[in-house]
């Protein structure tokens, strides 16, 4: 395990991520290194970890403001580290998977990461995603802090952007900040459809077109939590969120 904060080589200027902890969670060494090597020159701060109890122990100590988290791992798997994580403390999480299996993605997003990737991935894109996440993050301090007239309530469904909290029928249902941002974006122009690309724009302010599938995971994951019927699936363009009929 380490801990590495970046030199700016002399410069003024801070780098955007700055002062922020990432712990990476991974058993092979030379994914590890590719990762804290590129997380350093954009200003993390870094630990490692390569086993799900030394993740587990490491994150209640250091307490990182973000995890990068493979789901296989020795000791028991990163499903399981997120569980035990998330109950010390909410963290965004980037899952890290070997297989391009939607059920692992499905799994994973609902013990509570945030997003994932698949291997291999372009350290470019791994070091966007972490700046995503964390500005979600910070939105959600602001949003929560900046109150809003009333609660949005579309049929069952009722959306409290202040608490980010969610109803369905009056029961609360817990999602992840990205589910939660991604029902907001769709419930700001309730029928509407929005394409893959745009709500992967607006929700991961990610451009990438290869990233969509993305999307199709947490769509899948959102429907679990608040009723498939109400994200309509208009193929070939993208989603909308149903309302009822006036």
């Known amino acids: 395990m380490e801990q590495t904060q970046t030199s700016h080589n002399g410069t003024a200027t801070a780098t955007p991520g700055a002062q922020r902890r990432v712990l990476v969670v991974e058993d092979d060494q030379t994914i590890v290194d590719a990762i804290a090597t590129r997380l350093r020159a954009e200003g993390f701060l870094v630990q490692t970890a390569g086993d799900g109890p030394s993740a587990v122990d490491t994150a209640e100590a250091w307490q990182p403001d973000l995890l990068i988290l493979d789901i296989m791992l020795p000791g028991f798997d990163g499903l399981e580290v997120c569980r035990r994580v998330q109950a010390q403390r909410p963290v965004p999480v980037l899952m890290l998977t070997a297989r391009d299996d939607e059920t692992d993605m499905l799994v994973g997003l609902g013990v509570g990461a945030d997003d994932y990737m698949t291997k291999p991935f372009s350290m470019r894109e791994l070091a ?119």
């Open 128 to 246: 966007a995603r972490v700046h995503v996440l964390l500005r979600r993050v910070e939105r959600a301090v602001v949003a929560a802090s900046t109150p809003r007239s009333g609660i949005l309530r579309l049929g069952e469904l009722e959306i409290d952007h202040a608490q980010r909290r969610v109803r369905v029928r009056s029961e609360d249902v817990h999602l992840t900040p990205t589910e939660f941002d991604l029902l907001v974006c769709l419930a700001n122009t309730p029928r509407a459809v929005l394409s893959r690309e745009q709500l992967l724009a607006e929700v991961w302010d990610w451009a990438d077109a290869s990233g969509t599938r993305t999307v199709d995971s947490h769509i899948k994951a959102l429907r679990r939590k608040i009723g498939a019927e109400r994200i309509r699936t208009v193929h070939g363009v993208g989603y909308a969120l149903e309302t009822p009929t006036p």
